[in-house]
């Protein structure tokens, strides 16, 4: 069957290419990233960021704290990267994506952006955050994610739709959030931050898949406090429907930016449901122009009278039967 792909963009929107980011690479799986690199004002911070997401393979990473004002994109290192600042170099979220891929995205504001891309079977609606920190101001909070719940409902119905980046939240393993939250976080309980990001979570049937992978410590904490403490603040959210789609989430703590943050990597699997590929069968075709022949009309009419059940079959069969 032909998948349609709706190109449809609202106005306020950056576009830069004709169509949705496509994928060039022929494996199933690819590899989608979030990292808060602390700031990339510095000399050469393209080329390092670049090598390193080559040498993992990835074809596109949600970037936050990169400190540049405003809202542009630029090429390097066979990477694009569209950035959404504020007025002064703090904050600031980015996508930084493959070359060969074309891009279409949103600018919000220095904690926010959106992407949207063209997937193996459905489009992908990713949108980048960095929420306030545990000791911010409950109302910027509030904002904060009410600002993400509006950008969430612009998602197209039909997309995957991806939350990712750096939360500040802490998830724990208490049974009662399940299944939002899965068995293996690097904490036992649940902040503040981490409740409302469950709350948001649950309010759109959507799951923490940073907390469902069985993976050592090592390989689970996002970030090293300046006392050398690690947690787990950086997390991945999918949509219910989709959730399958990702297949892990883990750090490479060999990835250097000069950021207390590691990289998270999520590895991605778009399938298919048992229900799309029931309702895009292809329906089986009759040659109805065959029964304008005499002869095949007698030998069509002489089997389906074989097939049928004759009077005193029916006669005997129950209802359900001749049903």
Not at 232 to 260: E, M
Request: aromatic fraction near 10%.
């Amino acid at each position: 069957f032909r998948i349609v792909i709706v190109s449809g963009v609202r106005t306020n929107a950056v576009l830069c290419s004709g169509r949705s980011v496509e994928f060039t690479r022929g494996s199933r799986d690819w590899k989608l990233g979030t990292w808060n690199c602390r700031s990339l004002n510095f000399d050469l911070s393209n080329r390092i960021l670049s090598n390193e997401l080559r040498v993992r393979g990835l074809e596109a990473v949600a970037l936050q704290e990169v400190c540049w004002k405003g809202k542009d994109h630029r090429e390097y290192g066979g990477y694009n990267m569209y950035w959404s600042g504020g007025d002064t170099h703090e904050l600031g979220t980015a996508f930084i994506v493959l070359g060969e891929m074309t891009k279409r995205w949103w600018p919000v504001n220095d904690r926010m952006c959106r992407l949207r891309i063209k997937g193996r079977f459905f489009n992908l609606s990713i949108i980048n955050v960095h929420s306030p920190h545990m000791g911010s101001d409950a109302d910027d909070k509030d904002a904060f994610y009410e600002l993400l719940d509006r950008e969430y409902r612009k998602c197209p119905k039909h997309d995957v739709k991806i939350v990712i980046g750096d939360l500040n939240a802490q998830v724990g393993q208490e049974e009662e959030f399940r299944p939002v939250i899965g068995r293996f976080s690097a904490h036992q309980q649940t902040n503040e931050n981490g409740l409302r990001l469950i709350d948001f979570a649950t309010s759109r049937n959507m799951a923490i898949r940073s907390t469902f992978f069985q993976h050592t410590s090592l390989y689970k904490y996002t970030w090293r406090s300046p006392n050398d403490t690690e947690t787990q603040i950086d997390h991945v959210l999918i949509d219910g429907r989709h959730f399958s789609d990702i297949i892990d989430v883990r750090t490479y703590r060999g990835a250097d930016i000069d950021s207390d943050h590691y990289l998270v990597v999520a590895k991605l699997r778009q399938r298919l449901s048992e229900v799309n590929k029931i309702r895009y069968r292809r329906p089986q075709r009759y040659n109805l122009e065959r029964l304008k022949d005499p002869e095949v009309a007698t030998q069509y009419a002489r089997e389906l009278e074989a097939a049928l059940p004759d009077e005193g079959e029916l006669a005997e069969a129950s209802l359900e039967a001749c049903w």
